[in-house]
Nanobody
Framework: QVQLVESGGGLVQAGGSLRLSCVAS????????MGWFRQAPGKEREYVAS????????SYAASVQGRFTVSRDNAKNTLYLQMNSLQPEDTALYYC???????????WGQGTQVTVSS
């Protein structure tokens, strides 16, 4: 059974940083594009960032570009999201997802809560 398990969320003041991790029990992790999404209360889930299997292709949502960094360690089957200069509007449940088929993720984690206070 495939599992994506996120961790690292928490409560932080505006301007602070957090590092999210996602451990994937996925045999094909090292050959899979993986990504991060988030969902704020009352809003639809939105794309945050994604990284190709070897890390050679990375993309970000405009709202996090320059503040967030996505990375991965294929030896540890782990995906990361370094979040700096956090703002209250970054408050959301953050999900790890992948791999993707026709733009849709096959698997999703349970999410980790990030709350940024002003």
């Amino acid at each position: 059974q495939v599992q994506l398990v996120e961790s690292g969320g928490g409560l932080v003041q505006a301007g602070g940083s957090l590092r999210l991790s996602c451990v994937a029990s996925l045999r094909t992790f090292s050959s899979s594009t993986m990504g991060w999404f988030r969902q704020a209360p009352g809003k639809e889930r939105e794309y945050v960032a994604s990284i190709s299997s070897n890390g050679g292709r990375i993309s970000y949502a405009a709202s996090v570009q320059g503040r967030f960094t996505v990375s991965r360690d294929n030896a540890k089957n782990t995906l990361y999201l370094q979040m700096n200069s956090l703002q209250p509007e970054d408050t959301a449940l953050y999900y790890c997802a992948g791999p993707f088929v026709n733009g849709d993720s096959i698997y999703w984690g349970q999410g980790t809560q990030v709350t940024v206070s002003s």
